[in-house]
Structures are given as structure tokens and as C-alpha cells.
């Protein structure tokens, strides 16, 4: 059986869900279903129950790995390929 996960805090970084949290696009998306700053998150959930991210959460999480590994200039081109080839 696979392991599932019901909150974003239990599987993620404190300071992951900071940096999402600070995220103005994720803020608001959790903050329109309900979520409260400083309470867990849960996570999004298909028609069959399992968790999904949303694609704003996935492009927050990417920014967030972009951010840890390439230096911020790289980070300023892959933006804007992707803003040219609009995936953002």
C-alpha cells in the first residue's frame, strides 16, 4: 500500500511551506478554499481521494527546487522561456 498524506505539513519542510505560503498565487488559492496561515494544509484531493498538486503549487514547488540548486540568473531565463513557450 502506498503512503498517503493527508496535510502538506506532514510532508514537507517547515520552511518549504513557508516559501509557499509566501507565494502570492498559492496564498490566495489555499486562503479561497479555507486555509488559515499558521494551521496545516491540506492537501488537494481527485474524485477517487487521492492528493494532487494543483498547477500552481506545482510551479511554486518548482520555483522553490529552481531556487535551491541553480543560480538566480539561471533562474531568470528558464522564467522567461517558459513565460515564451507559455507553461506559465
Known amino acids: 500500500m502506498a503512503l498517503s498524506y493527508k496535510y502538506w505539513d506532514d510532508c514537507v519542510d517547515p520552511r518549504d511551506l513557508e516559501a509557499l505560503w509566501l507565494d502570492p498565487d498559492v496564498s490566495t488559492e489555499w486562503l479561497d478554499v479555507g486555509e488559515t496561515r499558521g494551521r496545516k494544509v491540506h492537501l488537494s484531493r481527485d474524485p477517487d481521494?487521492?492528493?494532487?498538486?494543483?498547477?500552481?503549487?506545482?510551479?511554486?514547488?518548482?520555483?522553490i527546487v529552481v531556487s535551491r540548486h541553480f543560480?538566480?540568473?539561471?533562474?531568470?531565463?528558464?522564467?522567461?522561456?517558459?513565460?515564451?513557450?507559455?507553461?506559465?
Open 49 to 63: 481521494g487521492e492528493p494532487y498538486l494543483t498547477q500552481i503549487e506545482m510551479k511554486a514547488v518548482a520555483a
Open 71 to 88: 543560480d538566480s540568473q539561471i533562474d531568470l531565463i528558464i522564467q522567461d522561456q517558459l513565460l515564451i513557450g507559455g507553461l506559465l
